[in-house]
Structure formats: structure tokens, C-alpha cells
Antibody, heavy 117, light 110 residues
Framework: EEQLVESGGGLVQPGGSLRLSCSAS????????MHWVRQAPGKGLEVAAS????????DYLDSVRGRFTISRDNSKNTVYLQMSSLRVEDTAVYFC??????????WGQGTLVTVSS | QSALTQPRSVSGSPGHSVTISCTRP?????????VSWFQQHPGKVPKLMIY???KRPSGVPDRFSGSKTGNTASLTISGLQAEDEGSYYC??????????FGTGTKLTVL
């Protein structure tokens, strides 16, 4: 069974940094694209960052580009999201997501990031 | 890629049907052939209900169906049940390992 487990969320002050991790199991991690999808309190879903199986393609939400970096370690079945210069509006639950080429099939339980002074 | 447009809310009575639309901007180019739909209850993880426009994952009731015409995809829920109440999001593959979500629709079962 595919499983994604996020960690690293918490409370951080504006301007601070945080690194999220997502540990994957139950599938061949190295052949799947990985994504971080976030959801601010009471708001909709948005894709914060995406990375291809071999890390040659990355993509970011315009509002996080230049501040967030997605990376992966296929030897550890883990994907990361390094977040810096955090803003109040980055407060959200961050989900680790994967799936087929054309749809999201598996989601983690999410980790809450709160940016507040 | 701009977000896909969905109605903010829809409602229906038990046993009746509702349809939720999902429209992509006319300026978007490329395929709109890979639309999926997610159901989300408050505080829960989104659940895949439809993929590839009209396919249902195992375990999803056949009351849920998907379709597409031009730049608008639709999710129809027939025989509404109380447990269908929640938020629904469409999602489209945008090329190169990227996806874009719809704005989300809150379904109320009256």
C-alpha cells in the first residue's frame, strides 16, 4: 500500500525558514513525480511545488518561486520542501502528493505550517 | 497556469442530482484531457473520485460521474446522500509534471 508521511511542520516567525520532509513507501518512488500541495485555513488547494522523478524538472507556484525549493533523494525515498523567507500567507496544511502521470492518486495526511509572530 | 473556475457553492436535496462545473481559461492551450475530481470533508485528506475525465477509482460509487465538453469539465452526483456534503475540487494535468486545481465548490445536501 502506498504511504506518504510528512514531517517538519510547525510554528515559525515571518521571515524564518522551515524544511518539510515526506517519506514514501509501498511503491517505486524513483519513477513518480512528487508534489507539495497546500491548503490555507478555509481556502482551496494549490500546488506549491512539483518535481520530476529524476529531479530534472521542477515547478513552483508563482507566489513561492525564489523562496521555496523542492528536492528529492531517491535513495531515501524522500522528497523535501525547503521554505525560506516565510510569510503569514504561507500558513497552510502542506500535503505530500504523488500519483500517475495524469492525476494525484496518493496523499499524505499533511503537516501544518503556521507563520506568525 | 491559472486556476480552473468552479461555482462557489451548489446544493441539492437527498435523492436528487447536482452537477459541478470546472472551466479552464480560454487562454490556456494544450490538453484538457486529464481532469480529475476530489472530494474533501472538513479536516480530512482529499479523496480521488474521478480521473481521466470520467473514470472512477475502485470503491467510488457509480453515483459519481464525470464528463467534459470543450473547456468545461463536469462532475455529476446522482442520488444525493448526506455523506456527499463537502467540498469538491477539479484538477487538470498541465504538462511537465504539473497540475492545476479548481477554485473549489462547497456542496450542501439540504
Amino acid at each position: 500500500e502506498e504511504q506518504l508521511v510528512e514531517s517538519g511542520g510547525g510554528l515559525v516567525q515571518p521571515g524564518g525558514s522551515l524544511r518539510l520532509s515526506c517519506s514514501a513507501s509501498g511503491f517505486t518512488f524513483s519513477v513518480y513525480g512528487m508534489h507539495w500541495v497546500r491548503q490555507a485555513p478555509g481556502k482551496g488547494l494549490e500546488v506549491a511545488a512539483s518535481i520530476s522523478p529524476n529531479s530534472d524538472i521542477t515547478d513552483y507556484l508563482d507566489s513561492v518561486r525564489g523562496r521555496f525549493t523542492i528536492s528529492r533523494d531517491n535513495s531515501k525515498n524522500t522528497v523535501y520542501l525547503q521554505m525560506s523567507s516565510l510569510r503569514v500567507e504561507d500558513t497552510a496544511v502542506y500535503f505530500c502528493v504523488t500519483g500517475s502521470a495524469y492525476y494525484y492518486a496518493s496523499w499524505g495526511q499533511g503537516t501544518l505550517v503556521t507563520v506568525s509572530s | 497556469q491559472s486556476a480552473l473556475t468552479q461555482p462557489r457553492s451548489v446544493s441539492g436535496s437527498p435523492g436528487h442530482s447536482v452537477t459541478i462545473s470546472c472551466t479552464r481559461p480560454t487562454t490556456d492551450v494544450g490538453s484538457f484531457d486529464y481532469v480529475s475530481w476530489f472530494q474533501q470533508h472538513p479536516g480530512k485528506v482529499p479523496k480521488l473520485m474521478i480521473y481521466d475525465v470520467s473514470k472512477r477509482p475502485s470503491g467510488v460509487p457509480d453515483r459519481f460521474s464525470g464528463s467534459k465538453t470543450g473547456n468545461t469539465a463536469s462532475l455529476t452526483i446522482s442520488g444525493l446522500q448526506a455523506e456527499d456534503e463537502g467540498s469538491y475540487y477539479c484538477c487538470s494535468y498541465a504538462g511537465g509534471f504539473t497540475f492545476v486545481f479548481g477554485t473549489g465548490t462547497k456542496l450542501t445536501v439540504l
